[in-house]
């Protein structure tokens, strides 16, 4: 058995790297949470417009834009970006310093733009093998 004061110096130094090791998860937390492929997709007439946010978790990602028509005609185009976070803002920047910015909500499932009212987007999945 330890000396009682050998005991609180180890429990102390215990409870120092449980503490180091929650900030450094909460603070790295952001990115893996983001981490994944975000959609939005609207339906208009015979067309049905999705955009796919890819988030890497090295700060690159890529914006999807694909258009489907009825009669089976499909487009797409791809934009690349580099993208930051600071606590729930979300602010991509595309080629030509075009940037937009997004609100996580609260459970992390969903980015608001901030730019557009009624555009959400929602996590679909966290697999980046296909992007």
Request: proline share 2%; glycine share 6%.
């Amino acid at each position: 058995m330890l000396p009682n004061t050998l005991h609180k110096n180890v429990n102390g130094i215990f409870r120092f790297f449980i503490l180091i090791s929650l900030v450094i998860v909460s603070c790295s937390g952001n990115q893996f949470r983001l981490s994944g492929v975000w959609s939005n997709v609207e339906k208009e007439g015979d067309s049905t417009k999705t955009v796919l946010l890819v988030f890497r978790p090295n700060n690159t990602g890529a914006k999807i834009y694909k258009t489907s028509l009825t009669s089976g005609e499909i487009t797409s185009t791809i934009n690349m970006f580099n993208w930051k976070m600071n606590e729930d803002l979300v602010v991509i920047k595309e080629e030509g310093d075009k940037k937009e910015s997004f609100l996580v909500n609260d459970t992390g499932e969903q980015l608001k733009s901030k730019k557009i009212e009624d555009i959400f987007y929602t996590k679909v999945s966290e697999d980046l093998s296909k992007y």
